[in-house]
């Protein structure tokens, strides 16, 4: 009877407060254009990188306890606000999970005597970065990850009972943590890394410095707010499988690597054995070799080796020339003697990218040869016709 009574209590105040129809800010939500503050590797394992940034699109249940009327799942509307009862509008993005439990927390306890409030995620939104710098499709991409968010967050309605959060006991093989307050975390496992987002961009190309790659992200308005930048050596990754520098990539981030002034041919042949890249570039050779057409070669494969693939020359043959269409819309031509022993990157032996064309040009010799062909071919075949025909009579 003195629970029944507790709760008449609590629905009449309910009633007879007055609800304000603006949006409900977080004290120290503001309006912030930061320069990205550059921290290195020391300082890099201080900041809260599993502080996953909530925004539009992103689904949350919200639990009073004792109190269903004030709970249910939500959405973060795209203006960045979630629509809840009494408080109507609330300003939700740029927030962890935990700051908004605890602002929320703090705008019930209007209404609520000492509420007991637990928030969990039910659906996130698609991880979109922006790669860019020295990789073969720079842009936006949309990384795979949300449907396994969604199915984690899911799978967590098993730990969930009573309005309770029960911790996993099977050795947290699902990927699912509890955090404070009771939110449910998802980030060790879920997320891409920044190996997805370069595999995504299509892999390297022979400029890209895979010791300076750098990721820029927006920290939690609790944490200041603003952006900061890392920068990793990512070369570690694919040599020794170091994790450390392949940081899990949230909604917004962007990843940058860096673009050598000389060609890494090194660092293209360990990338080219791993699925970091493509495992084959397709070029064309054309003019005097044996087998003229499209070769598909392993990366970081040279001009001679493109040539050897087509056959290799013919006995006349003259210069060799290479034309690349590069990304800033220039075009790079050379020609050159083909000198089958120059070394990789060499002037004469480039390391090859997809697309580039190669022709071996006539000698003198041949081109005079193909002249002659083409001015007494048609008499010879006449005079064949006629020995033919006209010789029988």
Not at 217 to 233: A, F, H, I, M
């Amino acid at each position: 009877m003195a629970r029944d009574r507790n709760k008449i209590k609590i629905i009449l105040i309910m009633a007879l407060s007055i609800c304000s129809h603006t949006i409900a800010l977080p004290a120290n939500s503001q309006t912030k254009n930061i320069k990205p503050t550059i921290i290195n590797i020391e300082q890099r394992r201080q900041v809260r990188y599993d502080s996953y940034v909530l925004g539009p699109g992103d689904s949350l249940q919200i639990e009073i306890i004792d109190i269903p009327e004030l709970s249910g799942s939500y959405s973060i509307g795209p203006d960045g606000t979630l629509y809840l009862p009494r408080l109507r509008a609330v300003y939700a993005s740029g927030l962890t999970i935990e700051e908004l439990r605890s602002f929320l927390t703090q705008q019930f306890a209007s209404f609520v005597k000492r509420p007991r409030l637990y928030v969990r995620p039910i659906g996130y939104r698609p991880i979109r970065v922006f790669v860019g710098g020295e990789v073969k499709r720079p842009g936006y991409y949309q990384l795979s990850g949300a449907s396994q968010l969604s199915a984690i967050s899911e799978g967590a309605n098993q730990q969930v009972t009573q309005g309770q959060f029960i911790p996993s006991t099977a050795g947290n093989l699902s990927g699912i943590t509890t955090g404070p307050g009771g939110s449910l975390s998802t980030f060790a496992t879920a997320f891409p890394t920044v190996f997805d987002a370069l595999r995504t961009a299509q892999g390297l190309t022979p400029y890209s410095d895979l010791r300076k790659v750098t990721v820029t992200r927006r920290l939690p308005e609790g944490e200041g707010g603003g952006k900061v930048r890392t920068e990793l050596n990512f070369l570690n990754v694919i040599i020794s499988g170091d994790e450390s520098q392949n940081l899990r990539l949230f909604d917004g981030d962007v990843v940058v690597v860096t673009k050598s002034d000389e060609i890494l041919r090194d660092q293209l042949l360990k990338a080219g054995q791993t699925n970091l890249s493509p495992q084959f570039v397709q070029v064309f050779v054309s003019g005097r070799v044996k087998q003229p057409g499209p070769q598909i070669l392993p990366q970081a494969s040279t001009l001679n080796q493109a040539i050897i693939s087509a056959g290799g020359p013919k006995v006349l043959k003259g210069k060799v020339e290479f034309v690349r269409f590069t990304r800033e819309g220039e075009v790079d031509r050379r020609r050159f003697n083909y000198n089958p022993g120059a070394p990789a990157e060499a002037n004469s032996n480039p390391v090859l990218m997809a697309g580039d064309i190669i022709r071996v040009d006539d000698s003198i010799l041949s081109a005079t040869l193909e002249v002659v062909n083409e001015i007494t071919a048609p008499a010879i075949t006449g005079y064949a016709l006629y020995s033919i025909f006209g010789g029988n009579r």
